[in-house]
């Protein structure tokens, strides 16, 4: 098995992130490694924030105003102003998608996950880990107009980046069920 092959095996998500994160070059080569996500039509519909130091506790500050809004309980406010301080850094992917392109909006949003998907491989080859998370905030309107997301734009996914405090085992990957030889009806 070469390592590309063992690593996209062996990747796994990890809910609880502490410190160290990746150094600036590392992160620049991380977002090299989105920007390389196929991208139909090349038209890089993708925008990446990175959230980092006391960011994180202004975005947990947006996330608790919005849990008060909706009347959640106080123990939810908190939990909600906690969430971006369970790594130390953030990188959140939006799409802007071009409507008047002819390749779907669908498809533009596939190419961010694509890209969120090539930052976390690269993430975990250089040795720390990420969990992809999204929850009823990236649906939120305000949380869209904090990262510039365009009316029919979306928050693809927060990314939560950093190394892990207990090491989480990819499940073995089972094939039966998923896959079968097409055979015209
Ligand atoms: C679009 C998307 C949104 C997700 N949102 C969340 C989330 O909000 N919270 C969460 O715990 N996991 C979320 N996940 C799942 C985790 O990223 C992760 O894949 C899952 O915990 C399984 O772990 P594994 O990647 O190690 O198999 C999301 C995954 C995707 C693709």
Do not use: F, W
């Given at each position: 098995m070469n390592t590309v092959i063992e690593l996209l095996q062996k990747r796994a998500s990890s809910p609880k992130l502490d410190a160290p994160a990746p150094t600036d070059e590392e992160v620049e080569q991380i977002l090299r490694c989105g920007l390389r996500a196929p991208d139909h039509g090349r038209l890089k519909p993708w925008r990446f924030h990175i959230v980092q130091g006391a960011q994180l506790a202004e975005l947990g500050h947006l996330f608790a105003d919005i849990a008060k809004e909706r009347g959640e309980s106080d123990a939810k406010v908190e939990k909600s102003r906690n969430m971006?301080?369970?790594?130390p850094l953030m990188i959140v992917a939006t799409c802007h998608p071009y409507e008047n392109s002819k390749i779907p909006v669908t498809e533009q949003i596939l190419a961010v996950g694509a890209a969120i998907q090539n930052m976390q491989v690269a993430i975990s080859s250089l040795g720390y880990s990420s969990i992809w998370r999204t929850g009823e905030c990236a649906y939120e309107e305000k949380v869209k107009r904090a990262f510039d997301v365009?009316?029919?734009?979306?928050?693809?996914g927060f990314l939560y980046i950093g190394t892990p405090t207990i090491t989480n085992h990819a499940p073995e990957v089972e094939l039966d069920g998923y896959v079968k030889q097409w055979i015209k009806p």
């Open positions: 971006p301080l369970r790594a365009p009316e029919q734009g979306e928050i693809v």
